[in-house]
């Protein structure tokens, strides 16, 4: 039985996971999971990730969630070469700093931009605040100074001389606000080098096929049935658009934001146990 790839090249982490088996030669069977008409939320895909998330893998009866948890299997199971997870311990401390940092700030604030600038005006037809957009932005900004700063440095690649998981990683998520519509690499020499650099060691057609959707996202956004997001809509208004900095927070607000998180803990509980620690709780 071949291993299968539950994927939306839509997705950041979707594409680090695609780009990394074709590069490697692994096979497998691309199983599309499309997220803008709410198949995640399908009984079949379930059974595969109770997370409702991609990307996801069932290699036989083994299922994996959680993009840095299979790159991690396929570069264990299929020996690939190793610069992509180096053997010394210090560069590969460099490439696990990377991809410990990025969840909290390329992830998310590049993520953040793709649905400001997108898909909340041109797809929910909702308004965002210029000071939202702009707070955004500098956030970003912040990130990317960071990324050159602190994890390039005058360096060719992330963890040194070779393209490792950290530039992949990297790569995909610094994409999505361009998706939007935003030049990243604008201004920005050393950025756009090594953009050049990791492009080239990828492939330039591989890489361009992984991109293909997300640099298409501004003509796909016209054409997508918002109704399907509906039940997504409240969930992304409500962390990107919250109307509450510098006021008390609505009891009816937390009491929603707490649901969510419960919700979120639920997934940890093996069936038929009690929920002990509740979002209440995580405080202090």
């Not at 939202?132 to 707070?135: E, G, H, P, R, T």
């Not at 409240?234 to 409500?238: A, H, N, V």
């Given at each position: 039985m071949p291993l299968e790839i539950y994927l939306d090249l839509f997705s950041q982490p979707c594409r680090s996971v695609y780009i990394f088996a074709k590069k490697n030669n692994i096979p497998f069977e691309f199983k599309k999971i499309t997220l803008f008409e709410g198949e995640q939320y399908g009984e079949e895909f379930?059974?595969?990730n109770i997370l409702r998330k991609v990307p996801a893998i069932k290699d036989g009866d083994f299922t994996l969630a959680e993009s840095i948890a299979i790159l991690l299997y396929l570069v264990e199971k299929y020996g690939t070469p190793e610069h992509w997870f180096p053997t010394d311990l210090q560069t590969r401390a460099r490439v696990m700093e990377y991809l410990s940092w990025q969840h909290g700030a390329i992830r998310i604030h590049g993520s953040k931009i793709f649905w400001l600038k997108l898909m909340i005006p041109k797809v929910f037809g909702t308004e965002v605040p210029k000071e939202?957009?702009?707070?955004a932005m500098e956030e970003l900004n912040g990130s990317l100074q960071l990324l050159e700063e602190k994890?390039?440095?005058d360096k060719p690649?992330?963890?040194g001389q070779k393209i490792s998981l950290a530039d992949l990683v990297a790569i995909v998520e610094i994409m999505q606000p361009v998706g939007a519509g935003l030049d990243v690499f604008k201004d920005r020499p050393k950025l756009n080098a090594w953009r050049d650099r990791v492009r080239a060691e990828i492939g330039n057609d591989l890489f361009d096929e992984a991109h293909q959707n997300i640099l298409g996202a501004q003509d796909m956004?016209?054409?997508v049935d918002s109704?399907?997001?509906e039940k997504l809509k409240?969930?992304?208004?409500?962390l990107m658009i919250p109307k509450v900095f510098g006021k008390e927070v609505p009891k009816e607000k937390m009491d929603s934001v707490l649901q969510d998180v419960n919700g979120s803990l639920q997934l940890l509980v093996p069936p038929g146990q009690a929920l002990h620690c509740r979002a209440e709780n995580l405080t202090g």
């Open positions: 379930g059974k595969i939202k957009m702009d707070s994890f390039l440095q690649f992330i963890a956004a016209k054409y109704s399907k997001l409240p969930r992304i208004l409500k």
